[in-house]
Structure formats: C-alpha cells, structure tokens
C-alpha cells in the first residue's frame, strides 16, 4: 500500500473536555463546602489540615454530635 491509501487512524477524545473546569479550581471560586474548616498545616511539610461536620457526611440538616469529644463517623 502506498502511503495515500492508508485508512485513517480515529483519534482519542481529549480527556478535558472545554467547558468542564478543573477540581483544585472549583473551591477558589466557589469557596469551600459547607461543613469543611481549616485548622492550619500539620507536619514537618506544612500541609494544610482541617475537620468536618455532620453537614458534610449526610448533607441533611445535620445535628453535630453533643459531646465535642464523641469520634467522627462518617456515613457509609
């Protein structure tokens, strides 16, 4: 075959797609999600830290636990 008859190869979808925004970008628009809060950094590589709320594990008007000291369980 000589190199004008070769059939052409499809080529892949782009994996970003335009329109569709990045996920490190979403929280420097939009803010955090409610229910998530900073504590600062921890470790020796200063990364950044934080705890949740109920809010964020059902995102049902949830009740924080009463005793400040109860674990966190997350829902399934």
Request: charged content about 30%; cysteine-free; overall charge negative.
């Amino acid at each position: 075959m000589d190199e004008q008859a070769k059939p052409r190869t499809p080529q892949p979808e782009p994996a970003h797609h335009p329109g569709t925004g990045k996920g490190e970008e979403k929280p420097k628009e939009e803010g955090k999600e409610p229910g998530r809060h900073d504590t600062g950094t921890t470790g020796q590589a200063q990364r950044p830290a934080g705890k949740t709320t109920g809010e964020t594990s059902s995102g049902v008007d949830p009740k924080d636990p009463q005793d400040p000291e109860s674990p966190h369980i997350p829902a399934p």
